[in-house]
């Protein structure tokens, strides 16, 4: 694997910012109507009892998943955004022949403090479940990330490596 331990570190830090030591329970990341998409579950998030188990998620940020090319793209959305901000390009892709996924991160689409309680290891967790899926369908996955998203992006690489296809960064 490149990189090595300290590349790990300096990708986790760049994404995780000091969240990561915090303690975890169950949350979901759904959809009601693609297959993919309801396959990624197990997120965890931490527990604060001033926060409503079941919060609701904005119609805008729902999860994506459409096109059955043989080349796939996983697109991430950054910190704070939701699948609003990438549904444009996701569309466009499918229309061009890719097959395309844009699963919401967990704390995402939500509420600011249901994002504040979803550690960086969750968001890490939702695309390398995604991209294995994508990886199972697809001869070729590329990824593409907006600002946060493209972080992720750039760890899924490092550690799934020639299994990538390239890299979109934005």
């Excluded at 527990?47 to 996983?74: F, M, Q, R, T």
């Excluded at 509420?111 to 995604?130: I, K, R």
Aim: glycine share 10%.
């Amino acid at each position: 694997r490149a990189g090595g331990p300290a590349a790990e570190d300096v990708a986790a830090r760049a994404i995780g910012f000091a969240m990561a030591s915090r303690r975890a329970t169950i949350s979901l990341v759904t959809s009601a109507t693609r297959p993919m998409l309801n396959s990624i579950r197990g997120r965890l998030r931490r527990a604060k009892p001033s926060v409503p188990e079941a919060v609701s998620v904005h119609p805008d940020a729902l999860p994506y998943e459409a096109g059955n090319g043989p080349i796939g793209v996983l697109l991430c959305h950054g910190f704070t955004g939701s699948t609003m901000s990438m549904i444009g390009w996701a569309r466009h892709l499918d229309a061009a022949g890719f097959q395309v996924l844009l699963p919401r991160l967990p704390g995402h689409g939500t509420t600011w403090q249901e994002c504040n309680q979803t550690p960086w290891t969750d968001w890490y967790a939702c695309v390398d479940e995604a991209f294995s899926a994508l990886r199972v369908r697809c001869e070729q996955v590329f990824l593409a990330g907006l600002s946060m998203g493209a972080a992720l992006s750039l760890r899924l690489a490092e550690r799934h490596g020639a299994a990538v296809s390239g890299l979109v960064l934005v």
